[in-house]
């Protein structure tokens, strides 16, 4: 049968949220019913956004992939590389075939919206990627695909606006399924992705299990009922394959820890060299004079030493003593770790040391101190401390080892079993096993196909 895939993320729906019965999410469980449920996907390391998404539609870990992180530093260059709103090209950052790459080359019609790491591909027929900037749209989007949407009336002034804020970012989700909907009609892509973000920004700014979370979950449940029923209308449902995974979990916190801040007191960063500036196609450099920085991933972070020699052996040493004295990390691993975290060695990206937070706390960008008083108590916190209350309620970024980092995934449709469920299965055998029902390969995949089918 000639078949067509939706593949939806919920960002952030945590695989243990589908043992609550009390959660209202009857598309989703109707979509379980009738298909094959992995109660628990594992994912690759970081478990954030940008990598996740990468590692699903590749089928492979970081280490192949090429997308390390939110947020790397370019050794040689010194710049901070943010992926993180879709600040670099597809092409020039993923170094393997995506599955819509594949799809594109077989002759079938490709669609992306809100995906991460898609700005720029070649391979997407029609593309929206996750910008935070208006103007990146106008930058970025096909300006005939851009120009029919505004004719067609849909919102997309607002989309930047919506994104930014997560009290909003119910907007973002809806507009993007209408614009699926409307891809649905008008060009009957064969493989079309969505990306719904509200389950994981709430999450941040409310918490794990918070009734905002419960609201974003059912919101994005509701969504999903209106594009089945549209399926419906159109006369597709009996065709199409659904695809709906979660990019990772949430675990709560209440602590941020600040390396950076740590870095410039010992005097190995020069003061100012903020990794948060936000940028729209610059580039953000380190200064000369800095020797070691850290980078943000969620919950973990990334550790560069800008050295060589005897002067870098010794900054190492001190750097994550000093580190580890803030009481804020659970381990500081070096590159002997990296090939069981999935993580390349000699990529221009690749860190000198991951950083892995305790359960409770976050690494932030941020490089000022904290001001004023602070409830918490230790020598890094309160004035000029690097440990202060968590402006975030819950996060991710954490080693997948955590439970709470687990996803989910549900095949339903035609080539799909009805009524199976699988234990656990990995983010990266999701794009083999879609691959697979499209007649499709991926020879590069780290992942493998699982058998789903029918
Ligand atoms: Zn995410």
Redo the contacts with the bound molecule.
């Keep these: 049968m000639n078949s067509s895939t939706i593949l939806i993320?919920l960002?952030?729906l945590a695989g243990f949220y589908l043992d609550l019965p009390q959660l209202q999410l009857p598309n989703l469980r109707t979509l379980i019913k009738r298909g094959t449920f992995a109660r628990r996907l594992t994912i690759t390391y970081p478990t954030?956004?940008w990598i996740?998404?990468t590692s699903a539609i590749t089928g492979c870990f970081p280490a192949k992939h090429g997308v390390l992180g939110n947020w790397t530093i370019d050794r040689a260059r010194r710049s901070v590389i943010e992926h993180f709103g879709d600040q670099t090209n597809k092409e020039s950052v993923v170094a393997v075939p995506t599955l819509y790459d594949v799809a594109k080359q077989a002759g079938l019609t490709t669609a992306a919206l809100m995906w991460?790491v898609t700005r720029g591909a070649r391979s997407l027929d029609f593309c929206i990627p996750p910008f935070y900037q208006q103007q990146m749209y106008t930058a970025h989007v096909d300006p005939g695909f851009w120009q029919a949407l505004r004719d067609a009336q849909f919102t997309i002034d607002r989309y930047a606006a919506w994104s930014v804020n997560h009290g909003l970012g119910g907007g973002q989700d809806w507009l993007t399924l209408q614009i699926g909907e409307y891809l649905l009609e008008t060009k009957r892509p064969e493989l079309l992705m969505l990306h719904f973000?509200l389950p994981?920004s709430l999450q941040h700014d409310y918490g794990v299990h918070s009734p905002e979370a419960y609201y974003a979950m059912e919101h994005c449940d509701l969504l999903l009922g209106r594009l089945l029923n549209k399926l419906d209308t159109l006369g597709l449902r009996e065709q199409t394959n659904i695809v709906v995974f979660?990019?990772?979990g949430h675990a709560p916190i209440d602590r941020e820890v600040r390396p950076n801040v740590v870095l410039q007191q010992r005097g190995w960063q020069q003061r100012g060299d903020d990794m948060n500036r936000p940028s729209v196609d610059g580039e953000l450099r380190l200064s000369d004079e800095t020797k070691v920085a850290a980078v943000t991933n969620g919950g973990d972070g990334y550790l560069y030493i800008f050295a060589e020699g005897e002067e870098r052996a010794a900054l190492a040493r001190e750097a994550q003593a000093a580190l580890m004295e803030t009481e804020a990390f659970d381990a500081i691993l070096g590159p002997e770790h990296f090939a069981q975290l999935g993580l390349p060695r000699d990529h221009k990206d690749t860190p000198d040391y991951v950083l892995c937070a305790k359960p409770g706390y976050f690494v932030s960008h941020l490089a000022s101190a904290a001001s004023g008083e602070s409830p918490l108590s230790g020598m890094w916190s309160g004035e000029n401390g690097a440990i202060t209350p968590a402006k975030f309620k819950s996060m991710?970024g954490y080693r997948p080892s955590m439970p709470e980092m687990d996803g989910f995934a549900v095949f339903s449709g035609p080539s799909y079993a009805t009524g199976a469920t699988i234990e656990r299965m990995h983010l990266t055998d999701i794009a083999p096993t879609i691959a697979h029902t499209l007649n499709l390969e991926l020879p590069d995949a780290d992942g493998h196909r699982i058998p789903v089918e029918s």
């Design positions: 993320s960002d952030g954030s956004t996740s998404h991460p973000l994981d979660s990019d990772h991710h």
